[in-house]
């Protein structure tokens, strides 16, 4: 993967996410050319099945290249970590970064598939999603879980996931499908729209989940569907 670098002309926003005191980064416009990774995603990519990964993500994976997770990380700690934390002792620790294409239809997913959830339940991590579709397959939507009135989940409130697993079971006909609107349980709180070359980095202890709106969103084409990397890391002191 050669001559990948970020783009020195991207555009950089920060989005306030309702009820908290936390924001999501929006990064227009990431690489300054996209062909080294369509072409790894195209050509050269291994998709392994769903759930190989150990994740709960509704297709297939391959790891990415090391250059675009150092690319990332350099981004990251340069860039986005200044803004994150006062102070200059911090660095991140990358611990995976994922080629994902959608694949599994509405009526194959699992019941936590059918619902938000977190990454970690720790302050200091954070995930990315970097999309390679368009806004028509879904960007990502963030939620609030209305019987406990929780967004971010910390420590304390691991014992509310499996909680959360049993009322969607006990909610079929609310939870159908993938969640891309409020239900009886979530609330739908914001939604950043996908967009080709757009990196998005949030904390991963936010409830949140891939908007799929559109059938092309899952289907398993290359080519058609959602294409898209993401990255988890951690912040720790030097």
């Known amino acids: 993967m050669k001559n990948i670098k970020v783009n020195p002309d991207y555009n950089l ?23 080294t990774v369509t072409h790894f995603a195209h050509n050269i990519a291994y998709f392994n099945p769903m759930f190989s990964d150990n994740t709960l993500f509704p297709g297939m994976r391959d790891k990415m290249p090391m250059p675009y997770t150092r690319l990332l990380k350099c981004f990251f700690e340069k860039i986005i970590l200044p803004k994150i934390k006062t102070q200059s002792s911090y660095q991140s620790n990358f611990h995976s970064s994922l080629l994902s294409l959608v ?47 929780l967004i971010e989940f910390k420590q304390e409130h691991k014992p509310v996931l499996p909680e959360m697993i049993t009322q969607v079971t006990n909610s079929p006909n609310d939870h159908l499908s993938y969640i891309t609107a409020s239900t009886s349980l979530f609330d739908q709180i914001l939604t950043i729209e996908a967009k080709f070359n757009r990196l998005v980095i949030y904390p991963a202890n936010v409830l949140h989940s891939a908007n799929l709106t559109s059938p092309n969103s899952y289907c398993g084409d290359i080519n058609r569907g959602r294409l898209s990397i993401s990255s988890f890391a951690s912040i720790t002191n030097r």
């Open 103 to 149: 694949t599994c239809p509405p009526s194959e997913l699992a019941i936590n598939q059918k619902m938000p959830h977190v990454d970690s339940c720790n302050n200091d991590d954070y995930a990315f999603v970097h999309y390679f579709s368009a806004q028509s397959l879904g960007g990502t939507s963030f939620y609030c879980y209305k019987p406990k009135q």
């Open 13 to 35: 926003q920060r989005i306030p996410i309702p009820g908290t005191p936390l924001h999501a980064i929006v990064v227009d416009e990431f690489l300054f050319n996209t062909d």
